[in-house]
């Protein structure tokens, strides 16, 4: 709401005047859809690290270092 304020407060009060209710809602829209974003991918940040290293492990115990091996060869792939 802080983000939202702090827009609108920033737009001249002619603007406000002609602004209807469906462009703030487009404005409060794409601020949220931001948040979105950013909140999912810092949750990927967060959550990967943990299962690759659950999966190394469960490799290592099934398969030894090859499959620490080829985990890490996959990893090396991956597209940034």
Known sequence: MKSLYLKISSL??????????????????NDLNTVEVKSYLIMCLVVIPFGLIAVAIILYYRFYMIGVYGLLLMVCFIPL
Request: aromatic share 6%; glycine share 6%.
């Open 12 to 29: 001249s009060a002619f603007t406000v005047k002609e602004a209807n209710v469906g462009k703030l809602v487009n404005l409060v829209s």
